[in-house]
């Protein structure tokens, strides 16, 4: 079966790339017997997940599960292009968790989503599921390769929502390639899951000084699908890293961990020490964008945190789209 795109109209949530964009630096590295270290740049990387973390020996047990008509829908070829595919608003199969597995089946989807979340993170994307889409079964996910052997990658997908869980098959790629998530309240209201992740960027702002946010705050925002790495990394827009004070750096190494804090600490653990082998929090630039500010209060809600070797794109209006990209760059 075909990839499907929720019917549900929203103009916001129709932007699709091909993820092939993001890791044209990866795409001849997946090995079929990956380390728990990888090299990023001279640096050894420990913290990656493994094919026997977890969250992939579930995938692992819940591919032996699969009827054979089950593995025809949604166990897929490692270069399969859905698994390349980045949409803020798509089901890589047409098959639904709740129509198509059964509950034993849905236990262990479930698990795995448990496993590469953190317990707060679990929390707030199950209730995400259920305010966009009416729920967790109504998500869909594919298996691409065999986690018997390698490379494997397990995918949730739906509305606002993209998951992964690979073992580092992907090395280099923290999270196993772009992650997506989101929700559908208005981005400024305190019943949308992840406003307080603006409440913690415009800290950066109010700290700035007025040369400073003259660097940082820009008019329009690229497009929220624009999160590739750089080819060129001096033109990344914002106010460097290493424009900032110590306490200013604080600040954007916290709301990038916050970014973060929906996941497992493996995959958390590999993002944060890729932007170290990248040049850490110096190397960053922050941008806020004064485009699409919702109440014209001048707390943004669009911005953007971009290193060499990382993109986090977060559009608040009108509701939240969020990107992560993390990679290592090609040598």
């Known amino acids: ?12 949530c129709d932007n699709s790339v091909d993820r092939r964009r993001f890791l044209t630096t990866t795409a001849g590295l997946a090995l079929a017997g990956t380390t728990t270290a990888m090299l990023v740049r001279g640096s050894m990387v420990h913290a990656a997940p493994t094919p026997k973390s977890a969250a992939e020996t579930v995938v692992g047990e819940l591919y032996t599960t699969l009827t054979a008509d ?29 129509d198509f597995f059964n509950k034993s089946q849905q236990d262990l989807i479930r698990q795995v989503v448990k496993d590469i979340t953190s317990e707060d993170g679990y929390e707030r994307l199950m209730k995400q599921m259920e305010d966009d889409y009416g729920g967790f079964p109504e998500y869909s996910i594919a298996i691409f390769g065999d986690p018997a052997k390698g490379p494997f990658e397990f995918e949730l997908t739906g509305r606002h929502l993209t998951l992964r869980a690979d073992g580092n098959s992907v090395p280099g790629a923290a999270f196993g390639g772009p992650l997506v998530y989101g ?3 208005q981005g400024n209201l305190k019943d949308n899951l992840f406003s307080h992740l603006t409440v913690r960027a415009n800290e950066v702002f109010k700290a700035l000084d007025s040369d400073q946010r003259k660097k940082a705050l820009l008019s329009d925002a690229p497009g929220e699908t624009a999160v590739q ?14 424009d900032l004070s110590k306490d200013q750096q604080k600040l954007v190494k916290a709301v990038l961990k916050d970014m973060l804090s929906t996941y497992r600490e493996e995959d ?4 944060m020490e890729i932007l170290k082998a990248g040049g850490g929090i110096e190397s960053t630039r922050f941008a806020f964008y004064s485009g699409e500010d919702i109440d014209n209060d001048k707390v943004w809600d669009v911005w953007r945190i971009e290193s060499p070797t990382v993109v986090c794109h977060f559009r608040g209006a009108p509701h939240v789209h969020a990107y992560i990209n993390i ?3 090609s040598s």
């Open 268 to 271: 958390v653990s590999e993002a």
């Open 70 to 98: 089950q593995k025809k829908a949604v166990a897929l070829a490692w270069d399969d292009p859905r698994r390349t595919r980045v949409n803020a608003n798509w089901h890589v199969v047409s098959q639904t968790i709740g």
């Open 229 to 242: 790495l750089r080819k060129n990394v001096d033109k990344i827009p914002g106010i460097a890293g290493s």
């Open 183 to 185: 929700h559908g309240e």
């Open 327 to 329: 990679q290592r760059r």
């Open 1 to 12: 079966m075909s990839e499907k795109t929720d019917p549900r109209p929203c103009s916001d």
